[in-house]
């Protein structure tokens, strides 16, 4: 059966199609996949970086290496982006695309492209 213009709702989506999934626009999907790419990719630095962390050090001491800086970069990050990705699927779920949608999507998209180069440079 040939769709037609008429086929389609008021946020383009086409009308009966409904799955599992909520509708995502293109900023959700980029935002989604740049968040669970760029996770892994800050672990993996963080994992592979030269230095080692020991316990020649006491703990009183405040001894901040750049391992332990990427470390901390990567688990704030991923923590940032799994609320991100839940909260995307929520919002989208109810059709809300508010201010704190757009919030949610872009710190996403751009906090973890501008995470990646600050733990590389640490």
């Given at each position: 059966?040939?769709?037609?213009?008429?086929?389609?709702?008021?946020?383009?989506?086409?009308?009966?199609?409904?799955?599992?999934?909520?509708?995502?626009?293109?900023?959700?999907?980029?935002?989604?996949?740049?968040?669970?790419?760029?996770?892994?990719?800050?672990?993996?630095?963080?994992?592979?970086?030269?230095?080692?962390?020991?316990?020649q050090h006491?703990?009183?001491?405040?001894?901040?290496?750049?391992?332990?800086?990427?470390?901390?970069?990567?688990?704030?990050?991923?923590?940032?982006?799994?609320?991100?990705?839940?909260?995307?699927?929520?919002?989208?779920?109810?059709?809300?695309?508010?201010?704190?949608?757009?919030?949610f999507a872009?710190?996403?998209?751009?906090?973890?492209l501008i995470?990646?180069?600050?733990?590389?440079?640490?």
């Amino acid at each position: 059966m040939a769709q037609t213009a008429t086929d389609h709702d008021s946020h383009g989506r086409v009308a009966g199609s409904t799955g599992n999934l909520p509708y995502f626009s293109l900023v959700d999907r980029l935002g989604i996949l740049v968040a669970i790419v760029g996770t892994v990719v800050l672990v993996v630095i963080a994992a592979s970086s030269g230095g080692g962390l020991s316990a020649q050090h006491d703990l009183g001491s405040l001894n901040l290496s750049s391992q332990v800086i990427r470390i901390a970069i990567a688990g704030a990050m991923g923590l940032i982006n799994i609320a991100n990705v839940v909260g995307l699927v929520l919002f989208s779920s109810v059709d809300y695309r508010g201010p704190w949608h757009k919030f949610f999507a872009y710190t996403s998209l751009w906090g973890t492209l501008i995470a990646i180069p600050v733990a590389l440079l640490v």
